[in-house]
């Protein structure tokens, strides 16, 4: 689960992170209140779980509650990376003397926790130069060393003043990372003000695995994350579904059929839309929603159907498309390779449909092929 900036900044709170005060509002004229509030100096921030938002436009600086309410007016609504503004975070305003980057992952390759920890962060940290950066992999029965946070400090070239502050803060972001069971704890900037450090973004993943142990985050659920139409279609039907970023949709039957479908498509040198697996024994109800499902996604060109009947039926399987077909707008070429239990009725199902859009195959390749082909 990625929380938003202001989640995280809850999280960082609550383990003794300093975050600037601030508020969550949804309208401009609450923005203006916030503003007043907090000061009239502050940062307007578009609460999107997505990076990038500085280069975007998403965070904006005002001087006046005045400002606020103007610049609240032109952030609220904007798209940024395809996500809807609908939340922005009101903040008390911070001046920066350096902006710092700092990163809790797991290095899983390694089997532990990596802390990164660079002089230059802010916007554009991709293109801080190496000798900026500095890293340690902590083992995860020791905990983060003092002399592994003096390694930290000393590697990334902090300023002096920002020391002491660090030697506080960078403990209490791993033992966040470990007590919160988080994948990701990211901080750009780590600002170094007059006041010393604080966390002025925060991007935190939690592990979903790990949720139950952790009922106090129950509230970051849902309430504005908005989960992605496609996948939520897919929760409903009960289907084992994940979304990828290429054109051809995948229905399969088995994970590992699945799996091994979307390496031929690969191989073939197409690019899966989705992972979709309607479980075995699959009737005619899965495959048509599993159809709809696929075909919701809007970058999809063609679908690639492969079903290894055992206690699936193949006939049931056919019927289910030609009902899918029937009850929704499918517009692109749907390839249909049929194996195992009773497939040669299924074919026959799908032939005699004479339906415009059903392509059959013969072999897992040439489904892959005609499916690859039919999407250029
Ligand atoms: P991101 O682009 O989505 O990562 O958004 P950030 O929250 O990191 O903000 C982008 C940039 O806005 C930061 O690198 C800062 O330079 C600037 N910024 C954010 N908050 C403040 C603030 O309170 N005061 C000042 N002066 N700049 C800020
Ligand atoms: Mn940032």
Not at 98 to 120: K, P, Q
Not at 243 to 260: C, F, P, R, T
Not at 288 to 314: D, K, M, Y
């Amino acid at each position: 689960m990625d929380l938003f900036e202001y989640q995280g900044k809850q999280l960082f709170a609550r383990w003794g992170i300093p975050v600037p005060d601030g508020r969550v509002v949804e309208t401009s004229a609450e923005a203006a209140v916030a503003a007043q509030e907090l000061g009239g100096r502050v940062a307007l921030k578009a609460q999107v779980a997505t990076g990038g938002r500085g280069k975007a436009g998403g965070v904006k600086l005002v001087a006046t509650p005045e400002e606020a309410e103007r610049a609240a007016g032109e952030v609220l609504g904007m798209d940024i990376g395809g996500h809807r503004v609908e939340h922005l975070l009101v903040e008390a305003a911070s001046s920066i003397d350096a902006e710092y980057y700092a990163a809790v992952t797991l290095d899983r390759r390694a089997g532990s926790a990596l802390f990164i920890l660079s002089s230059r962060g802010g916007i554009d940290v991709e293109a801080a130069g190496e000798g900026a950066m500095s890293s340690v992999h902590v083992d995860p029965l020791l905990g983060l060393a003092d002399f592994q946070v003096r390694s930290l400090v000393f590697g990334a070239g902090l300023a002096p003043r920002a020391r002491p502050d660090a030697a506080r803060l960078l403990p209490a972001l791993y033992r966040l990372f470990v007590e919160a069971d988080a994948s990701l704890v990211e901080v750009n900037p780590l600002a170094l003000t007059p006041g010393g450090l604080i966390a002025l973004d925060a991007k935190v993943s939690l592990d979903d695995s790990a949720m139950f142990r952790h009922p106090e985050f129950e509230s970051f659920k849902g309430g504005t994350l908005r989960p992605d139409p496609q996948e939520a279609m897919a929760a409903a039907a009960g289907l084992n579904f994940v979304k990828l970023d290429g054109d051809i949709g995948i229905i399969g039957n088995g994970a590992g059929l699945v799996m091994s479908t979307l390496d031929v498509v690969a191989q073939v040198g197409g690019a899966p839309a989705n992972f979709l697996d309607v479980g075995g024994g699959a009737g005619a109800e899965a495959l048509a929603s599993a159809l709809e499902v696929v075909v919701a996604g809007p970058s999809v060109r063609s679908v690639l159907v492969n079903i290894f009947g055992g206690i699936t039926r193949c006939d049931l399987v056919a019927g289910g498309i030609l009902e899918a077909l029937g009850r929704t707008n499918v517009t692109v070429p749907v390839v249909v390779r049929l194996e195992g239990t009773n497939a040669q009725a299924g074919r026959e199902l799908l032939a005699r449909s004479h339906h415009p859009n059903i392509r059959a195959a013969a072999s897992m390749l040439e489904a892959a092929q005609r499916a690859v082909e039919a999407a250029r």
